[in-house]
Protein backbone atom coordinates (compact mmCIF):
# COMPACT_ATOMS: atom_id res chain seq x y z
CA UNK A 1 0.00 0.00 0.00
CA UNK A 2 1.50 2.98 -0.80
CA UNK A 3 1.80 6.79 1.04
CA UNK A 4 2.72 9.73 0.32
CA UNK A 5 4.32 10.01 3.84
CA UNK A 6 7.86 8.99 4.56
CA UNK A 7 7.58 6.85 7.44
CA UNK A 8 11.15 6.18 7.44
CA UNK A 9 11.96 10.41 7.69
CA UNK A 10 13.64 11.38 10.78
CA UNK A 11 10.90 14.51 10.63
CA UNK A 12 8.32 11.92 10.69
CA UNK A 13 5.91 12.39 13.94
CA UNK A 14 4.13 9.96 15.98
CA UNK A 15 2.60 11.71 19.14
CA UNK A 16 1.29 15.05 20.24
CA UNK A 17 -0.05 17.08 22.91
CA UNK A 18 -3.33 18.14 21.99
CA UNK A 19 -3.46 20.24 24.83
CA UNK A 20 -0.83 22.40 23.56
CA UNK A 21 -2.53 23.23 20.48
CA UNK A 22 -5.15 25.95 21.08
CA UNK A 23 -7.65 26.91 18.21
CA UNK A 24 -9.40 28.64 19.94
CA UNK A 25 -10.13 30.05 23.71
CA UNK A 26 -13.31 32.06 24.93
CA UNK A 27 -12.56 31.44 28.52
CA UNK A 28 -11.19 28.96 30.99
CA UNK A 29 -14.65 26.97 30.77
CA UNK A 30 -14.75 27.14 26.76
CA UNK A 31 -12.55 26.63 24.33
CA UNK A 32 -11.35 24.53 20.93
CA UNK A 33 -8.16 22.33 20.73
CA UNK A 34 -7.22 20.81 17.24
CA UNK A 35 -5.13 18.37 16.02
CA UNK A 36 -4.34 17.93 12.30
CA UNK A 37 -1.50 17.35 10.01
CA UNK A 38 -0.01 20.46 10.52
CA UNK A 39 0.27 19.29 14.10
CA UNK A 40 1.12 15.85 13.45
CA UNK A 41 2.54 15.27 10.35
CA UNK A 42 1.69 11.17 9.65
CA UNK A 43 -2.07 11.66 10.00
CA UNK A 44 -3.92 10.60 6.70
CA UNK A 45 -7.89 11.48 6.87
CA UNK A 46 -8.49 11.81 10.09
CA UNK A 47 -7.95 14.87 12.45
CA UNK A 48 -10.26 16.26 14.94
CA UNK A 49 -11.51 18.77 18.01
CA UNK A 50 -10.73 18.76 21.56
CA UNK A 51 -14.24 20.83 22.19
CA UNK A 52 -14.89 22.11 25.68
CA UNK A 53 -17.96 24.20 26.48
CA UNK A 54 -20.30 25.07 29.39
CA UNK A 55 -23.95 25.30 29.87
CA UNK A 56 -25.16 27.48 26.95
CA UNK A 57 -22.31 28.03 24.98
CA UNK A 58 -22.59 27.26 21.54
CA UNK A 59 -20.20 26.48 18.31
CA UNK A 60 -21.36 28.65 16.61
CA UNK A 61 -23.26 27.47 13.13
CA UNK A 62 -20.76 26.67 10.42
CA UNK A 63 -20.12 23.74 8.02
CA UNK A 64 -16.84 21.58 6.62
CA UNK A 65 -16.75 21.61 2.76
CA UNK A 66 -14.25 19.11 2.82
CA UNK A 67 -15.06 16.86 5.49
CA UNK A 68 -17.87 14.67 7.94
CA UNK A 69 -18.06 15.29 10.93
CA UNK A 70 -18.49 12.49 14.21
CA UNK A 71 -19.49 14.69 17.02
CA UNK A 72 -18.45 12.24 20.53
CA UNK A 73 -19.86 13.44 23.85
CA UNK A 74 -17.12 12.50 26.32
CA UNK A 75 -19.25 14.65 29.21
CA UNK A 76 -21.56 17.00 30.20
CA UNK A 77 -24.32 16.83 27.65
CA UNK A 78 -24.87 18.98 23.93
CA UNK A 79 -27.27 19.50 21.34
CA UNK A 80 -26.32 18.81 18.17
CA UNK A 81 -28.34 20.50 14.76
CA UNK A 82 -27.82 20.45 11.55
CA UNK A 83 -29.57 21.71 8.34
CA UNK A 84 -30.39 18.55 6.23
CA UNK A 85 -30.45 20.16 2.48
CA UNK A 86 -31.94 17.19 0.87
CA UNK A 87 -34.90 17.39 3.00
CA UNK A 88 -34.81 21.16 4.04
CA UNK A 89 -35.33 19.91 7.72
CA UNK A 90 -33.72 21.15 11.04
CA UNK A 91 -32.57 17.81 12.48
CA UNK A 92 -30.89 18.08 16.50
CA UNK A 93 -30.01 15.11 18.19
CA UNK A 94 -29.16 15.48 22.46
CA UNK A 95 -26.21 13.46 23.27
CA UNK A 96 -24.54 12.78 26.64
CA UNK A 97 -21.73 10.40 27.27
CA UNK A 98 -20.82 7.86 24.89
CA UNK A 99 -23.08 8.64 22.40
CA UNK A 100 -22.59 10.04 19.25
CA UNK A 101 -23.99 12.16 16.09
CA UNK A 102 -22.64 12.24 12.30
CA UNK A 103 -22.60 15.41 10.37
CA UNK A 104 -22.38 14.63 6.64
CA UNK A 105 -19.63 16.50 4.78
CA UNK A 106 -20.89 20.53 4.32
CA UNK A 107 -23.92 20.43 6.19
CA UNK A 108 -24.62 23.58 8.39
CA UNK A 109 -24.72 22.69 11.59
CA UNK A 110 -23.78 23.93 15.28
CA UNK A 111 -23.63 22.49 19.39
CA UNK A 112 -25.00 23.45 22.02
CA UNK A 113 -23.73 22.27 25.48
CA UNK A 114 -26.89 21.96 28.02
CA UNK A 115 -24.46 21.01 30.80
CA UNK A 116 -21.56 22.78 32.57
CA UNK A 117 -18.22 21.04 32.12
CA UNK A 118 -19.90 19.82 28.66
CA UNK A 119 -16.29 17.47 26.96
CA UNK A 120 -16.92 17.00 22.88
CA UNK A 121 -14.64 15.18 20.69
CA UNK A 122 -15.39 16.01 17.22
CA UNK A 123 -13.61 13.27 14.21
CA UNK A 124 -13.17 14.03 10.90
CA UNK A 125 -12.26 12.26 7.85
CA UNK A 126 -9.73 14.54 6.56
CA UNK A 127 -6.24 15.51 7.69
CA UNK A 128 -7.24 18.92 8.01
CA UNK A 129 -10.50 20.23 8.16
CA UNK A 130 -11.58 23.14 6.29
CA UNK A 131 -14.32 25.52 7.76
CA UNK A 132 -16.39 28.21 6.69
CA UNK A 133 -18.09 30.14 9.89
CA UNK A 134 -21.48 31.73 9.98
CA UNK A 135 -19.90 35.01 11.58
CA UNK A 136 -17.62 35.51 8.57
CA UNK A 137 -20.16 34.75 6.51
CA UNK A 138 -22.34 37.48 8.25
CA UNK A 139 -19.35 40.05 8.67
CA UNK A 140 -17.71 39.79 4.89
CA UNK A 141 -21.05 39.20 2.86
CA UNK A 142 -21.76 42.56 1.29
CA UNK A 143 -24.47 44.70 3.11
CA UNK A 144 -26.07 45.52 -0.02
CA UNK A 145 -25.74 42.11 -1.52
CA UNK A 146 -27.99 41.36 1.42
CA UNK A 147 -30.56 43.73 0.85
CA UNK A 148 -30.67 43.41 -2.47
CA UNK A 149 -30.88 39.54 -2.48
CA UNK A 150 -33.35 39.56 0.30
CA UNK A 151 -35.27 42.38 0.03
CA UNK A 152 -34.01 43.88 3.53
CA UNK A 153 -33.10 47.49 4.16
CA UNK A 154 -29.70 47.85 4.11
CA UNK A 155 -29.23 50.17 7.20
CA UNK A 156 -31.35 47.39 9.25
CA UNK A 157 -29.34 44.45 8.55
CA UNK A 158 -26.15 46.66 9.17
CA UNK A 159 -27.29 47.65 12.80
CA UNK A 160 -28.34 43.75 13.26
CA UNK A 161 -25.08 42.47 12.33
CA UNK A 162 -23.18 45.04 13.65
CA UNK A 163 -22.15 42.86 17.00
CA UNK A 164 -21.04 40.01 14.95
CA UNK A 165 -17.74 39.38 15.43
CA UNK A 166 -15.49 37.34 12.68
CA UNK A 167 -14.65 34.17 13.34
CA UNK A 168 -16.57 33.90 16.90
CA UNK A 169 -16.05 29.78 17.11
CA UNK A 170 -17.77 29.69 20.32
CA UNK A 171 -20.55 31.99 21.50
CA UNK A 172 -22.38 34.14 23.16
CA UNK A 173 -19.93 36.65 23.32
CA UNK A 174 -18.54 37.30 27.09
CA UNK A 175 -19.61 40.90 26.91
CA UNK A 176 -23.10 40.13 25.18
CA UNK A 177 -25.88 42.38 27.10
CA UNK A 178 -28.75 41.75 24.20
CA UNK A 179 -31.88 43.51 25.66
CA UNK A 180 -34.59 41.06 26.40
CA UNK A 181 -32.00 38.08 26.42
CA UNK A 182 -33.45 36.24 29.71
CA UNK A 183 -32.04 33.17 30.60
CA UNK A 184 -35.82 31.44 29.86
CA UNK A 185 -34.84 32.16 26.18
CA UNK A 186 -31.23 30.90 26.86
CA UNK A 187 -32.72 27.41 27.88
CA UNK A 188 -35.39 27.35 25.22
CA UNK A 189 -32.72 27.04 22.90
CA UNK A 190 -30.17 24.31 24.98
CA UNK A 191 -33.31 21.88 25.78
CA UNK A 192 -34.75 20.46 23.22
CA UNK A 193 -36.23 16.81 23.00
CA UNK A 194 -33.49 14.06 21.57
CA UNK A 195 -33.75 13.31 18.08
CA UNK A 196 -36.46 16.56 17.39
CA UNK A 197 -37.16 17.46 13.79
CA UNK A 198 -38.30 20.86 13.17
CA UNK A 199 -38.79 22.56 9.46
CA UNK A 200 -35.91 24.57 8.81
CA UNK A 201 -34.79 26.83 6.11
CA UNK A 202 -33.27 26.37 2.32
CA UNK A 203 -29.12 25.29 2.78
CA UNK A 204 -27.36 28.05 0.81
CA UNK A 205 -23.75 26.94 -0.64
CA UNK A 206 -20.82 29.52 -0.33
CA UNK A 207 -17.25 29.27 -1.95
CA UNK A 208 -14.83 31.24 0.71
CA UNK A 209 -13.18 28.65 2.36
CA UNK A 210 -10.93 28.37 5.33
CA UNK A 211 -8.85 25.85 7.43
CA UNK A 212 -8.14 25.24 11.03
CA UNK A 213 -4.31 25.84 12.28
CA UNK A 214 -3.07 26.55 15.83
CA UNK A 215 -4.58 30.10 17.65
CA UNK A 216 -3.97 31.53 20.62
Not at 13 to 24: A, E, I, M, P
Not at 142 to 157: K, L
Not at 196 to 205: A, D, E, F, K, N
Request: glycine share 4%; aromatic share 12%.
Amino acid sequence: MSSPIDYTSPTAQYTFDVNTSHLFKKDPNNYINVLGVNQLNTLENVSLLDIFLSNGNVVEPHYHQNAAELVYCISGAANVSMLNPFTKQLQTYSITPGQVTNVPQGWWHYEIATMNNTHLLAIFDAHTPEVILGSDLLKFTPANIMAHTYCMDQQEWKNVTAPVKPSTYIGPYTDCNKEGYSNKQQTSLQYSHPYQHSSGLPSYYWTQSNSYGNRT
